[in-house]
Antibody, heavy 121, light 109 residues
Framework: QVQLQESGPGLVKPSETLSLTCTVSGYSISSGYYWGWIRQPPGKGLEWIGSIYHSGSTYYNPSLKSRVTISVDTSKNQFSLKLSSVTAADTAVYYC??????????????WGQGTMVTVSS | EIVLTQSPGTLSLSPGERATLSCRASQSVSSSYLAWYQQKPGQAPRLLIYGASSRATGIPDRFSGSGSGTDFTLTISRLEPEDFAVYYCQQYGSSNWYTFGQGTKLEIK
């Protein structure tokens, strides 16, 4: 079955760049679907960060767009998130997830387990 | 930007009871674009309902969704102990964007 796994540093210093990778198994990213990042600050709700299509087309949350870059590496079956100039407000659990994009279900049907990232000096 | 407001913030019920959770949108949302998730502590969200009323794969039939326009509802017909969790609604917008409601916590009374 399709599985997603996030990886990356659990601690990032303020003003630096947060970098995470999502490795997909059981499905080839180049075959389709959209691949997204969602985050959840401790004790709070979900926030969509952005998504990427296997072709490389990207879609970002307007509130984060100036700091976010999402890229895909089909050779490694991975996609990545970079969030620049982080502050304590970026401390959250970061999830990667799959969506069908412009066709049903218009939702994220498969999620990674999430990885906690803390921004602190 | 469409804002989703969920109510109540917390719902206290007993196993066997019926739960009704609300999600209200600040503008009309196509029913096709409204989804519901369940999240348990320490776990990733799980897709329950998409297209406002279609159950995702493996979701028990005690979960049902309804609504249109700006008002959507998630109903759990008879609560099982494993249903106590936080529930989020989500809408898919133009330009491939997603927004979530703030969540409703369903707790054991």
């Amino acid at each position: 079955q399709v599985q997603l796994q996030e990886s990356g540093p659990g601690l990032v210093k303020p003003s630096e760049t947060l970098s995470l990778t999502c490795t997909v198994s059981g499905y080839s990213i180049s075959s389709g679907y959209y691949w997204g990042w969602i985050r959840q600050p401790p004790g709070k709700g979900l926030e969509w960060i952005g998504s990427i299509y296997h072709s490389g087309s990207t879609y970002y949350n307007p509130s984060l767009k100036s700091r976010v870059t999402i890229s895909v590496d089909t050779s490694k079956n991975q996609f990545s998130l970079k969030l620049s100039s982080v502050t304590a407000a970026d401390t959250a659990v970061y999830y990667c997830a799959r969506s069908a994009g412009t066709i049903p279900p218009f939702a994220f049907d498969i999620w990674g387990q999430g990885t906690m990232v803390t921004v602190s000096s | 930007e469409i804002v989703l407001t969920q109510s109540p913030g917390t719902l206290s019920l007993s196993p066997g009871e019926r739960a009704t959770l609300s999600c209200r949108a600040s503008q009309s949302v196509s029913s096709s674009y409204l989804a519901w998730y369940q999240q348990k502590p320490g776990q990733a969200p799980r897709l329950l309902i998409y297209g406002a009323s279609s159950r995702a794969t493996g979701i028990p039939d005690r979960f049902s969704g309804s609504g249109s326009g700006t008002d959507f509802t998630l109903t759990i017909s008879r609560l099982e102990p494993e249903d106590f969790a936080v529930y989020y609604c989500q809408q898919y917008g133009s330009s491939n964007w997603y927004t979530f409601g703030q969540g409703t916590k369903l707790e054991i009374k």
